[in-house]
């Protein structure tokens, strides 16, 4: 891979509408605004660039692809700004002094190598899901965070969304809630015929974690947060994992056990219909929602919460039963994890405050439990003890 | 366990208003009218006397106790009709001539007894769940009804909700569910202090079987339900179950495996808030309720049904989601239960019907599942094979 020069691009002057254009008149444009590189023009970069766009403390500063002309389409087609750099190598990205911190959604097998690399060139990382195709690999990122003094976040964009603070508050309190017992949560999608071909997700050279590192990695985060990240002493796969030809994980679930008693079953899967459940249950409280992951509005969405509801004195119906509460939002989920991202980063930088290590513990626990639930697997569906 | 003469009450002379006098005036109240006799008085035989009294096609004719008093106090209490002859003994009211068929409210450990009796003195059974400690003793109870050509039904409510039925058109259609992949179930119920102590569900000698017995007992039917009874070649419980003192289940789950690839799994507990999930994924379709075994409302329950659902172009939402399905019922889902048992013992009454085999061959399915989550459980949580 040939380093190519930055190149100044033009091709925006027709644009008159973008959401960075927006924000560059708002008066929150301070200098605490962070610039941010892309690293790679993967799908998922376009609704990331959308939210770094929103974000009012980040500004897309550079991007990268391993083509030039590549990284010139994207940037037009994803409305950056006009001042945007643009290059055909990561290193080339990494290189440029002027941006601080990237944004990487590389396919996995690229993050140790990448994140690495960034945190050596002093970037701070957002980087996508699945963080690595293990906790060792991500501990190789976490050390090279830890010795340059960067802040890496991963891109859960759901808990950002101030929705899950609203959840979370439900499940904290215990007189609604009470003691939580159990959690069931399943993430499908009916992936189609050419992403079971074609995908990278579906590549054992690429995202070998599979549906277990792409739609499980959700499922196992909302187990984890709903108990405030408390990890279980042990996890089982459970029966019946779909692998493809190449050994790349389709559909397949755990069940996780913590010493209290507590307990979380999870199915996530590239092969059934589109569906994002999550129930928790605790003593005297239910939560429920069916879009945890995306929800099926930007700006508003909405779970369920049911207290002490019993039944009516001839079990002929409920007395009380769950009610909807609905939780607006100013700005997209995406957007406010960049929010969240640039805030710690911007801390950093302005107030020479250390890394935040919430979220990078946040994303090692998820990786833990990752790699329970394939060691499980592979190991024919014995338990597997998790150790921190 | 003495023998009580039949006691004809006038105790209702001074009721003005029941709802088998509203049912007497009815021009369904034909010759095939069902006379039922209700053998012991728990708790749950409140909720089934007055499912009787609104079945168009059924009467109840009897009750017994093992004190005559009781009886006399539970017919009372429960708008028993005039003419209701009151024993204070089982075996006396299975020798009452002029009755059809038996509801039998008893402990399960009572079950055999008093089914294989009930089923010599010809008497048809609507028996209450769990049907038996396990399949063995289930198979005594069915060989009993097989020697004398007698019915037997199971208690399970739901099963009889127009909205069951109408769940079951969405499952079963290939262009808006697809094929079955994943069911994901949870009833639970706080169980409250004096219940876990003294509530015949958590005593080994009577309800053995505990909270799979009770609660699970509604997961797994509604499992094979949603399987068209097809039998999971595997059932391996989840690791964790509580037990109380005496080693009664207060809380477990199992994940079901069958041979295609499909794959369930539930949890049921005494000791967590009361949540009724139900999730059932295609490959085109998902099918979710909150309320599956008690609907919140008696006349009208809702479930939604989610078809092709997919993302927007961005994954910033979804283009289309799950919309809710209302369901009204003329009768309360036991009612219902209780036409379709009075049915199948008119028709076999009136035009020399052989005894329906779906409905026990149901039950019978459901107790095999029972026993190999026990037995799962027994075995430290190795994999049962289901054997029919």
């Avoid at 030039?68 to 290193?91: C, L, R």
């Avoid at 590389?106 to 960034?118: C, E, I, Q, R």
């Avoid at 939780?327 to 710690?344: G, H, I, K, Y």
Wanted: aromatic share 8%; proline share 4%.
């Amino acid at each position: 891979m040939t380093t190519s020069p930055a190149i100044f691009q033009s091709l925006f002057s027709q644009q008159t509408q973008t959401h960075s254009r927006d924000k560059e008149s708002r008066s929150d444009m301070t200098e605490a605004t962070i610039k941010i590189g892309v690293l790679g023009c993967a799908d998922i970069a376009r609704k990331v660039s959308r939210a770094i766009n929103l974000a009012p403390n980040a500004h897309i500063a550079a991007v990268a692809s391993r083509s030039v002309e590549k990284a010139v389409a994207f940037a037009k087609a994803n409305n950056y700004p006009p001042d945007v750099k643009i290059y055909g190598s990561y290193e080339a990205l990494l290189d440029y002094p002027d941006i601080d911190a990237v944004y990487i959604p590389l396919p996995t097998s690229l993050h140790v190598k990448w994140a690495s690399l960034a945190a050596q060139k002093k970037k701070h990382i957002l980087l996508e899901k699945p963080a690595s195709f293990n906790v060792g690999e991500f501990d190789q990122i976490l050390e090279a965070c830890e010795a340059n003094g960067i802040q890496i976040m991963d891109g859960t964009m759901w808990m950002h969304n101030p929705r899950t603070q609203k959840m979370k508050e439900f499940l904290s309190d215990k007189d609604s809630f009470g003691e939580l017992k159990s959690i069931q949560t399943c993430f499908t999608l009916s992936a189609g015929e050419d992403f079971l071909k074609n995908d990278i997700r579906v590549k054992p050279d690429l995202d070998g974690l599979g549906a277990l590192g792409d739609v499980g990695w959700y499922c196992i985060r909302a187990i984890l947060w709903a108990v405030d990240y408390e990890l279980p002493k042990t996890v089982v796969a459970l029966r019946g994992p779909v692998l493809n030809e190449a050994g790349v994980i389709l559909s397949c679930g755990a069940s996780l056990h913590w010493e209290d008693g507590k307990l979380a079953s999870f199915h996530c899967s590239f092969l059934s219909h589109l569906t994002m459940e999550f129930t928790a249950v605790g003593t005297v409280g239910t939560l429920h929602l069916n879009d945890f992951v995306v929800p099926v509005q930007e700006k508003e969405s909405s779970f369920t919460a049911g207290s002490k509801c019993w039944f009516n004195e001839m079990v002929t119906g409920w007395t009380s039963t769950s009610s909807q509460h609905n939780v607006a939002t100013d700005l997209p989920q995406e957007a406010c994890m960049v929010r969240e991202f640039a805030r710690l980063v911007g801390n950093i930088k302005s107030n020479g405050a250390k890394p935040d290590q919430t979220w990078p513990s946040r994303t090692r626990k998820t990786q833990l439990i990752l790699d329970a639930v394939k060691a499980s697997i592979d190991s024919g569906f014995e338990p597997i003890e998790v150790v921190e």
